[in-house]
């Protein structure tokens, strides 16, 4: 692995995960603050090392294959402990999850094919959506905002999931070619 600059912050955002995880359970207003100031540093360092990795030219195998990794597990991490911490229930959780491990491994299925699925303006806006649930969540923890916060977090809420399935089915109707085709089977003789 080159220990480039921009696959130094996706490391380091990947170990951030399980600090994140720990302020998120502790008890006390400083450990909440601290939870919420680690997410958002590491949902930043998403968007900065994906520009230093392009800006520099240093975009690598590591690189590609981790960031969008640590990215997935980052959030997922939020909305499993969230549901854990009754904030958020597992449904949406799960809608959310779901299409992630479906549009990876639609990825992963064109890769096996040759193709590539580049990421859709779609898909930026389901993270950027992703990433607002989560950080208003742990925002609303510690400032609480009363009825207009439930209200706020419904939205959010509901903002998330329905990107989650539109990009989702986005990146499936763009990759239709890879289900359309079927292999003839091999006559053996």
Do not use: C
Request: hydrophobic share 55%; aromatic share 12%.
């Amino acid at each position: 692995m080159a220990w480039t600059i921009p696959n130094q912050l996706t490391l380091a955002r990947i170990l951030a995960i399980p600090v994140f995880m720990y302020f998120l359970f502790a008890q006390g207003t400083v450990f909440k603050i601290l939870a919420l100031a680690i997410f958002a540093l590491a949902a930043l360092s998403d968007a900065v090392d994906g520009y230093l990795a392009r800006s520099l030219k240093q975009v690598t195998p590591f690189g590609k294959f981790a960031d969008p990794i640590a990215d997935k597990i980052l959030v997922a991490a939020a909305l499993v402990s969230f549901v854990q911490l009754d904030e958020l229930t597992a449904t949406p959780v799960v809608v959310i999850l779901a299409r992630e491990f479906l549009v990876t491994g639609l990825r992963i299925l064109a890769v096996a094919e040759g193709l590539a699925i580049p990421a859709s303006p779609l898909g930026k806006a389901k993270t950027f959506s992703h990433i607002g649930l989560v950080l208003f969540i742990l925002a609303t923890r510690h400032f609480g905002l009363g009825p207009t916060g439930m209200t706020l977090k419904e939205v959010f809420l509901y903002l998330a999931v329905a990107l989650a399935v539109i990009s989702g089915g986005e990146y499936f109707w763009r990759a239709r070619r890879l289900f359309g085709e079927t292999s003839k089977p091999s006559q053996q003789g």
